[in-house]
């Protein structure tokens, strides 16, 4: 069974600090990855894609990848109320597919 | 701009009766999925598929069907519907290129 795990938190950070959300998989041959961002009673809604090793930034945003420990995470910069949500961290696993594998989610809260 | 649709978005039925779901997107995709999200158990998918009248089970298949004759639509349907059918239902969508999935803003669908 392929898996992507992330700890359901919450994670608690004040405003304005660095939030830092981790995802581990256990498919080494996994090539793209996903983070969402998911409010109470909405859907998904994309924030970033990463699909090779380092760091990758859009604004406050950072994914990083790294494959040979297989694992990924978003870096949340100066935190704000607004970014309280539940956090996806999805995979797509190799072999051809095109099916991802989704984590359960991590539940941010940043407190003014 | 990318944009999934779900024409139902807040649905109440009695348990026996038949339940159609839509989901209709614009951008040309292959793969469409169906997922239910359900509190603590994270995104479960129920079909998934990858062309016009092509079809797969997916994790949770029982109790529901789809059809996709469309390339742009795809329907689930849950022939008789129960209490524990109960959950919000999300379609999704993806492309070829870069696997990413973008989804649609949800059905909530509570059966009595």
């Known amino acids: 069974q392929k898996e992507v795990e992330q700890n359901s938190g919450p994670l608690s950070v004040p405003e304005g600090a660095i939030a830092s959300l981790n995802c581990t998989y256990s498919?080494?041959?996994?090539?793209?990855f996903f983070w969402y961002r998911q409010y109470s009673g909405k859907s998904p809604e994309l924030i970033m894609s990463?699909?090779?090793?380092g760091d990758k930034e859009d604004g406050r945003f950072t994914a990083q990848l790294n494959k040979a420990s297989q694992y990924v995470s978003l870096l949340i910069r100066d935190s704000q109320p607004s970014d309280s949500a539940t956090y996806l961290c999805a995979g797509i696993p190799s072999g051809g597919s095109y099916i991802p594998t989704f984590g359960r989610g991590t539940s941010l809260i940043v407190h003014p | 701009d990318v944009k999934v649709t779900q024409s139902s978005r807040y649905l109440v039925k009695r348990t026996g009766e038949k339940v159609f779901l839509e989901c209709v997107q614009d951008?040309?995709?292959?793969?469409m999925f169906w997922y239910r999200q359900d509190p603590g158990l994270g995104l479960r998918l129920i079909y998934f598929?990858?062309?016009?009248?092509?079809?797969e089970k997916g994790d949770i298949p029982e109790g529901y069907s789809v059809s996709r004759e469309k390339k742009e639509r795809f329907s689930l349907i849950l022939e008789s519907a129960s209490t524990n059918q109960t959950s919000m239902y999300l379609c999704?969508?993806?492309?070829?290129?870069?696997?990413?999935?973008?989804f649609g803003e949800g059905s909530w669908l509570t059966v009595v």
């Open positions: 951008m040309d995709h292959e793969n």
């Open positions: 999704a969508t993806s492309g070829t290129v870069g696997n990413t999935i973008y």
């Open positions: 598929s990858y062309d016009v009248k092509m079809k």
């Open positions: 498919d080494r041959g996994s090539q793209s």
């Open positions: 990463i699909y090779s090793n």
